[in-house]
């Protein structure tokens, strides 16, 4: 069965420094999107993104956040300078069209130190 | 805004019956549901469209009143297997589909 892979699965890094996240959506699907997950807290929307352009975005999606889609399969999201309140588990999701169902990737763990 | 859902947790014996609600205040294009284990990504359970339909899987299926934009996940005979945080995701109908999430209910299934 096809599914939505994520990395790393564990990053540690540094205040102020860039990460990148990676994943590869299902591939027949359209829709993609970034959500992240505070420790002991609910999912939180970042993204959506569809014909290689971001469709809408969260308040926390701010200048520091960044997503692309650099060939086919990958699907990026960039944090440029980071602080210790990203430390979270991000999570990519892909959606094959509109309004169906989102499957989610198994999660990137971030720590901001 | 997002759903408001109860209760916050719940603990069952096996075989014991759940029901967990889902209300938001906005109108919705759908509502999805996941279940999601400790340190895992959420696993997607069904979705639910407007149009007050009710879907099933094994014993676990859901209802949704567009009228009252409410959503319930019905949860029966559980099993140890059932335990973990089940999370709606409601889709007000956005060009990008997005989907915001309630606090969760901790589900736990004793023996």
């Known amino acids: 069965e096809p599914e939505v892979t994520q990395t790393p699965s564990h990053q540690v890094t540094q205040m102020g420094q860039e990460v990148i996240l990676r994943c590869v959506p299902i591939?027949?699907?359209?829709?993609f999107y970034w959500y992240r997950q505070i420790l002991g807290q609910k999912v939180e929307f970042l993204v959506s993104?569809?014909?290689?352009?971001?469709?809408?975005k969260s308040e926390i999606f701010d200048d520091q956040f960044s997503v692309e889609r650099p060939d086919g399969s990958n699907f990026t999201l960039k944090i440029r300078s980071t602080k210790l309140e990203d430390s979270a588990m991000y999570f990519c999701?892909?959606?094959?069209?509109?309004?169906?169902?989102?499957?989610f990737g198994p999660g990137t763990r971030l720590l901001v130190l | 805004q997002q759903p408001v859902q109860s209760p916050q947790a719940v603990i069952l014996r096996e075989g014991e019956d759940a029901v967990i609600n889902c209300s938001s205040s906005?109108?919705?294009?759908?509502v999805h549901w996941y279940r999601q284990k400790h340190g895992e990504a959420p696993v997607f359970l069904m979705i639910?469209?407007?149009?007050?339909e009710q879907k099933g899987h094994d014993k676990i299926s859901a209802s949704f009143n567009e009228k009252k934009q409410q959503s319930s996940l019905y949860l029966t005979a559980s099993q140890l297997s059932y335990s973990g945080t089940y999370f709606c995701?409601?889709?007000?109908?956005?060009?990008?589909?997005?989907?915001?999430f309630g606090e969760g209910t901790q589900l736990t299934v004793n023996p």
């Open positions: 999701a892909s959606m094959e069209q509109a309004w169906k169902t989102q499957y």
């Open positions: 591939s027949n699907h359209l829709y």
């Open positions: 993104f569809y014909n290689n352009e971001i469709s809408e």
């Open positions: 906005k109108a919705l294009y759908s």
């Open positions: 639910l469209l407007k149009g007050g």
């Open positions: 995701g409601t889709d007000q109908g956005t060009s990008g589909s997005r989907l915001t």
